[in-house]
């Protein structure tokens, strides 16, 4: 039996994460050596079986701290429940609650983010970089999206460079 990959698609709603979703999710989905699960918004959830993907319908909320609560609690019950073996986000935040039986994408830089006026931006932007370190200290991977992104995460979250051996993949243990 092929390893089950839930691939948690719900913060991938615009942007870089919808792009995401848009072009790399079908070629996973299409790959062979593992089964993945697509765990999208209701909304999210046509566009990605048109694109070839086995999709579970899930409704978390809409924005904000609730979603980081419902990644937290929700992803790990749907991936004992659905016999996953991972969960994937394609997000800088992953369920911090699944420790190595998680991964994630780290692709928003944090230096392009620290320009963002507003205090509400620079909340969001201090929460998403302290929880993105944590994420990247318990997921057994972190995908970056460029080299120079890997240096920005070497220096952010001060991670060990044998972590960061290839360019687009950080290895833990």
């Given at each position: 039996a092929?390893?089950?990959?839930?691939?948690?698609?719900?913060?991938?709603?615009?942007g870089g994460g919808r792009v995401y979703l848009e072009e790399v999710a079908p070629r996973l989905c299409r790959a062979g050596a593992l089964e993945w699960l697509v765990l999208?918004?209701?909304?999210?959830?046509r566009d990605l079986e048109d694109r070839g993907c086995p999709v579970v319908v899930v409704h978390p909320p809409p924005r904000g701290g609730a979603v980081?609560?419902?990644?937290?609690?929700?992803?790990?019950?749907?991936?004992?429940?659905?016999g996953a073996s991972m969960v994937f986000t394609p997000a800088n935040v992953?369920?911090?609650t699944l420790g190595r039986r998680s991964a994630t994408l780290l692709?928003?830089?944090?230096?392009?983010?620290?320009?963002?006026r507003g205090w509400r931006n620079r909340l969001h932007w201090t929460a998403q970089r302290v929880l993105t370190g944590w994420s990247v200290r318990r997921a057994r991977w972190a995908l970056v999206v460029s080299a120079s992104f890997r240096d920005e995460v070497v220096r952010k979250f001060r991670v060990p460079a044998?972590?960061?051996a290839d360019p687009a993949l950080v290895r833990h243990r």
């Amino acid at each position: 039996a092929r390893p089950r990959i839930l691939l948690n698609a719900v913060q991938s709603k615009v942007g870089g994460g919808r792009v995401y979703l848009e072009e790399v999710a079908p070629r996973l989905c299409r790959a062979g050596a593992l089964e993945w699960l697509v765990l999208a918004r209701p909304e999210q959830a046509r566009d990605l079986e048109d694109r070839g993907c086995p999709v579970v319908v899930v409704h978390p909320p809409p924005r904000g701290g609730a979603v980081f609560r419902w990644n937290q609690t929700e992803i790990p019950r749907l991936a004992r429940r659905l016999g996953a073996s991972m969960v994937f986000t394609p997000a800088n935040v992953g369920s911090l609650t699944l420790g190595r039986r998680s991964a994630t994408l780290l692709r928003n830089s944090f230096e392009a983010a620290a320009s963002w006026r507003g205090w509400r931006n620079r909340l969001h932007w201090t929460a998403q970089r302290v929880l993105t370190g944590w994420s990247v200290r318990r997921a057994r991977w972190a995908l970056v999206v460029s080299a120079s992104f890997r240096d920005e995460v070497v220096r952010k979250f001060r991670v060990p460079a044998a972590w960061l051996a290839d360019p687009a993949l950080v290895r833990h243990r």
